[in-house]
């Protein structure tokens, strides 16, 4: 698939499909033990089964994965409505916001903003290089003001979970 920039690699976040299909399967089952609840005790009306068809329908929607991708100098997270996106060349700030679940926050120059799990990135080294690789240009060209030292750490977390799966592969774990 080609994007605007004209390149036609793009790197997809492997993982994404199983994660679209577990957020599936939980909607599912709760919907399932739901209907399964009202059934035997007797209470099922439709106006019921409307609402656990809704609430099920929710649940899919907080649990839908973000969908990454990146390409030469862009990175995109797609979301069940809109799409952010990022120059990684022109990258000015990077910041990983710790919580409940941590975040890669990342904005370029001309407004775009993008939150992506860092997890993301560790599952698929291919989003990592082209990050990194637009990242690293935009530092050389002065941009990139805030944000190194979360870099250098999810840079050295790479690192260490590459030699992770090197030992592990070999039979050294």
């Known amino acids: 698939m080609a994007r605007p920039d004209g390149s036609s690699e793009v790197a997809n976040d492997l993982d994404w499909t199983r994660q679209l299909w577990s957020s599936v399967r939980c909607a599912g089952v709760l919907l399932a033990l739901l209907l399964l609840v009202d059934w035997g005790t007797g209470r099922m009306a439709l106006w019921r089964i409307v609402l ?7 649940l899919f929607v907080v649990l839908f994965p973000a969908r990454v991708s990146a390409g030469r100098n862009w990175l995109a997270s797609r979301r069940l409505v809109r799409e952010q996106r990022v120059r990684t060349d022109l990258l000015v ?9 941590p975040l890669l926050v ?17 599952r698929n080294p ?3 290089f082209r990050l990194h690789e637009g990242a690293d240009k935009a530092a050389a060209d002065g941009l ?10 999810l840079s050295a977390r790479m690192d260490r979970e590459t030699a992770r799966a090197v030992f592990k592969a070999s039979g050294l774990d």
């Open 52 to 58: 656990w068809f809704a609430l099920a329908g929710l």
């Open 93 to 101: 700030s990077v910041r990983c916001l710790d919580g409940i679940s």
């Open 106 to 122: 990342l904005r370029d120059a001309r407004g775009g903003r993008v939150q992506i799990d860092p997890e993301v990135l560790v």
């Open 126 to 128: 291919q989003l990592w």
């Open 144 to 153: 990139l003001l805030c944000g190194q030292t979360a870099l250098r750490r």
